[in-house]
């Protein structure tokens, strides 16, 4: 093949690691095992930039480690259960889950998820990630639905779960309870109207943003301090537009700054609302239904934005607002689908979480984190912390929560192990007591509950011949909160253990300075990059950045990977022009520049290797394509390639160097560019190296290093020469007179017969550097 053409050659290498097993997990191969937790990507069609990126960098890490001598568990599966599967389900079959009996949309998802996720998958595998697609989970799979009803039981017997009906995070537009985790900071615009309420046949003026809440107002608080109101105090105040009265507390909370400095408490605007209402004892007034109406006449039935304009509209009329302004502030919404968030009350299943922060920071402490800050962020979210971790959605498509309750005396009754996985709404069970048949549970576990447990599941698949702790976890740094932090939780709560030793953390992908986003439109395609370019120019821009940084996507970087590749294939395909005759043994002597040559390799190898081990392979990416451009291709191959022609003597030194310097560059960028290097190690190398694929052959050694001054010395010169040569609009090969300073010839002597080869030079003479042209 004279050009290289990704295309094919990527689909053949595929086909060959598929049908060699290159990558299946052996546990009775040597070496000692690397068990990575790969993250199960979120089955929504089709895989995304950002995707790409954390899958390559990971990957880097995975092939590195197997060329390193590790036996790589690198098992991979899909989240596919909960909210986004829904939504997604949702979409491509124009349903709602919600108006569906639950056993119909479930029988739907199976079906829909069985058709779509080969070909989600396949994206992966086009990308090169090197995972055993053989050892596949999906979080909705019996084995882990089976899982994730054990850990919620073991969990139950130990007390760690309980079931609370309290004011809760609830989506109107999801029509669930949420986890805090799930809450997205948005700033949006609002209306500060102050309302007169009337206390003691005065008007008493309060700001709020919610006056669709006036129904639900059940106080209303001034600070002890506020001299203004003091006389208020245990006074009774009217709540405009209605009918009933709430009283005025005294309570140090109320901001005196704030607005006119008097606080209306609802059931309920946030969750200072819910305390509020704890700790004053004060009986809810709800107004709200779970689908985000009102339920109060007269605006039964108006969404809270309706509800809002109309209770806004009848206030002015009646004289009831005395001040508005247009204010901007942050409000929480939902990050599946950006709806605000209200505060509603239901029952809910929770795991005690908020009672061992310290124990969480902990275990924190006990991982390696790549790179280091991003542990602040966990120790940051840990801190942070103020619920206890919500498990239960009000949903279809997720794990079922193996319980019933008897509606008689109220007794809950765990699924037995033997049974699992079960589903509570469809299996009967009976309350002993009282001998009547029990209602099952008809809420699902979140996703997270599932995927915290991912270590499990995966090392499930080999009958937990792998043991927990792991030795990698790699993911993004927008699920440290989620995916992350509940792991870790599992594991603590499980088996008082860190699920595992390391974590490595990448960053976003952006668009000229800006996070990708379909609703902005700005988004690149990684299958179509991968189709104009290939699978190894795309990794290879995703080694452009260090570990946990955001990079920027810039075509120019694609087109600098595939000059790169292109430029790999023809200098291997020049190299072995020159290899015909070669043996692939090492003569017993080299030539004193191929030695220092292999010794610049050395170094490379070392600084590359010790950058693998601490997670930094952006610089075998930045280090080898210098060396190779630089030292290989414009200096090296130009070195010696007279002497091999020529058939001089030292030609099998020559030949020696490059057949290693050429061999040893392509395994250390094969972690990145796994195609190409495969392919011009199946073509050429082959034949003399025993190993079945690059990717499972040994790492290259590196000895001590040592000085290869004469060498810089040597291209320094060089590059002199053909600076007059440029400058003189010469040639290259144009011949030359040379002339070199006097030490500097000594320095190089056992060099000189390769400086004439590749400066075209007819002799060399001493005394003050000088080219003349013949
Ligand atoms: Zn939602
Ligand atoms: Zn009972």
């Known amino acids: 093949m004279d050009n290289y053409d990704s295309k094919k050659v990527e689909e053949k290498i595929r086909r060959f690691w598929d049908k060699e097993k290159i990558f299946k997990f052996d546990l009775k191969k040597k070496g000692r095992v690397y068990s990575i937790d790969t993250p199960p990507p979120t089955v929504s069609g089709k895989m995304h930039i950002g995707h790409a990126y954390m899958y390559s960098q990971m990957d880097f890490v995975a092939r590195f480690r197997r060329m390193f001598g590790l036996n790589v568990f690198y098992p991979f599966g899909t989240d596919d259960n909960g909210l986004p599967t829904e939504r997604l389900i949702e979409k491509l079959k124009n349903v709602k889950s919600k108006s569906m009996k639950r056993e119909e949309f479930i029988k739907l998802c199976l079906k829909t998820l069985k058709e779509i996720t080969p070909g989600f998958i396949q994206d992966w595998r086009i990308l090169g990630i090197s995972a055993d697609y053989s050892l596949c989970y999906s979080t909705i799979d019996d084995n882990s639905r089976r899982l994730s009803q054990k850990s919620f039981i073991?969990?139950?017997?130990?007390?760690?779960?309980?079931?609370?009906?309290?004011?809760?995070?609830?989506?109107?537009?999801?029509?669930?309870?949420?986890?805090?985790?799930?809450?997205?900071?948005?700033?949006?615009?609002?209306?500060?109207?102050?309302?007169?309420?009337?206390?003691?046949?005065?008007?008493?003026?309060?700001?709020?943003?919610?006056?669709?809440?006036?129904?639900?107002?059940?106080?209303?608080?001034v600070n002890p301090k506020d001299k203004r109101y003091a006389d208020l105090i245990g006074k009774k105040a009217k709540v405009p537009l209605f009918d009933f009265e709430v009283p005025v507390i005294s309570d140090e909370s109320a901001d005196m700054e704030k607005g006119t400095g008097v606080l209306m408490i609802c059931s309920y605007g946030d969750k200072y609302d819910a305390e509020a209402i704890n700790r004053h004892k004060l009986e809810p007034r709800i107004v709200l239904n779970l689908d985000g109406t009102l339920k109060i006449k007269p605006y039964e039935g108006l969404k809270i934005k309706e509800a809002r304009k109309k209770i806004l509209e009848e206030l002015k009329e009646k004289n009831l607002i005395t001040e508005q302004k247009q204010i901007s502030h942050a409000v929480n919404t939902h990050d599946k689908c950006g709806t605000e968030i209200e505060f509603l009350p239901t029952e809910q299943w929770f795991i005690k979480i908020l009672d061992k922060k310290k124990k969480f920071i902990e275990q924190g402490n006990k991982i390696k984190w790549h790179p280091e800050f991003m542990h602040k962020r966990y120790d940051n979210w840990v801190n942070g912390l103020e619920w206890d971790w919500n498990?239960?959605?009000?949903?279809?498509?997720?794990?079922?929560?193996?319980?019933?309750?008897?509606?008689?005396?109220?007794?809950?009754?765990?699924?037995?192990?033997?049974?699992?996985?079960?589903?509570?709404?469809?299996?009967?069970?009976?309350?002993?007591?009282?001998?009547?048949e029990?209602?099952?549970?008809?809420?699902?576990?979140?996703?997270?509950?599932?995927?915290?447990?991912?270590?499990?599941?995966?090392?499930?698949?080999?009958?937990?011949?792998?043991?927990?702790?792991?030795?990698?976890?790699?993911?993004?740094?927008?699920?440290?909160?989620?995916?992350?932090?509940?792991?870790?939780?599992?594991?603590?709560?499980?088996?008082?253990?860190?699920?595992?030793?390391?974590?490595?953390?990448?960053?976003?992908?952006?668009?000229?300075?800006?996070?990708?986003?379909?609703?902005?439109?700005?988004?690149?395609?990684?299958?179509?990059?991968?189709?104009?370019?290939?699978?190894?120019?795309?990794?290879?821009?995703?080694a452009?950045?260090?570990?946990?940084?955001?990079?920027?996507?810039?075509?120019?970087?694609?087109?600098?990977?595939?000059?790169?590749?292109?430029?790999?294939?023809?200098?291997?395909?020049?190299?072995?022009?020159?290899?015909?005759?070669?043996?692939?043994?090492?003569?017993k002597s080299l030539i004193k520049i191929d030695e220092l040559f292999l010794r610049k390799l050395n170094s490379l190898v070392k600084s590359i290797t010790g950058g693998f081990e601490n997670y930094e392979y952006s610089k075998a990416k930045i280090e080898t394509e210098k060396f190779f451009w630089q030292m290989f291709c414009d200096n090296y191959l130009e070195i010696v390639k007279k002497r091999i022609y020529n058939n001089k003597k030292g030609k099998e030194s020559a030949q020696y160097a490059l057949y290693t310097g050429l061999l040893t560059i392509l395994k250390l960028i094969a972690p990145i560019m796994p195609f190409i290097t495969e392919e011009i190690y199946l073509e050429n190398f082959k034949k003399t190296e025993k190993d079945k694929s690059i990717h499972i052959s040994k790492w290259p050694e590196y000895g001590k290093e040592g000085k290869a001054d004469e060498f810089d010395l040597f291209i320094s010169i060089l590059g002199k020469i053909r600076q007059e040569k440029t400058n003189n609009k010469k040639a290259m090969n144009a011949e030359i007179i040379l002339t070199i300073e006097d030490k500097d010839y000594r320095q190089i002597k056992e060099m000189i017969e390769d400086l004439k080869d590749v400066a075209n030079a007819r002799e060399i003479k001493t005394g003050g550097f000088g080219v003349e042209f013949v």
């Not at 022009?577 to 043994?585: H, I, S």
């Open 544 to 587: 452009g950045s260090k570990l946990g940084e955001d990079l920027d996507y810039q075509e120019k970087d694609i087109v600098a990977g595939k000059k790169f590749e292109t430029k790999l294939w023809n200098a291997s395909r020049f190299v072995f022009m020159n290899l015909k005759d070669f043996n692939g043994k090492k003569p």
């Open 391 to 436: 498990i239960s959605r009000d949903r279809h498509f997720g794990v079922p929560i193996p319980v019933w309750q008897c509606e008689k005396c109220k007794g809950i009754i765990i699924a037995e192990e033997k049974d699992l996985p079960v589903d509570p709404t469809t299996t009967k069970k009976k309350c002993l007591k009282c001998k009547q």
């Open 154 to 221: 073991e969990l139950y017997k130990k007390g760690l779960i309980y079931k609370k009906g309290f004011p809760t995070l609830w989506c109107p537009e999801c029509q669930t309870s949420v986890a805090q985790a799930e809450l997205e900071d948005k700033e949006i615009p609002s209306l500060f109207s102050t309302l007169k309420f009337n206390c003691n046949g005065k008007d008493l003026l309060i700001a709020t943003t919610r006056p669709e809440l006036l129904g639900a107002c059940v106080a209303v608080f």
């Open 438 to 542: 029990a209602k099952g549970e008809e809420k699902v576990l979140d996703t997270w509950m599932t995927s915290s447990i991912s270590p499990q599941i995966a090392s499930s698949l080999i009958k937990e011949k792998v043991k927990i702790p792991f030795s990698l976890r790699p993911q993004a740094h927008d699920i440290i909160r989620t995916w992350l932090f509940y792991t870790l939780t599992k594991s603590l709560l499980h088996e008082n253990k860190i699920p595992w030793e390391n974590v490595m953390v990448s960053g976003f992908v952006t668009l000229g300075g800006e996070k990708m986003s379909k609703s902005k439109g700005n988004v690149i395609s990684p299958q179509e990059v991968m189709e104009k370019y290939s699978a190894d120019t795309l990794r290879f821009w995703a």
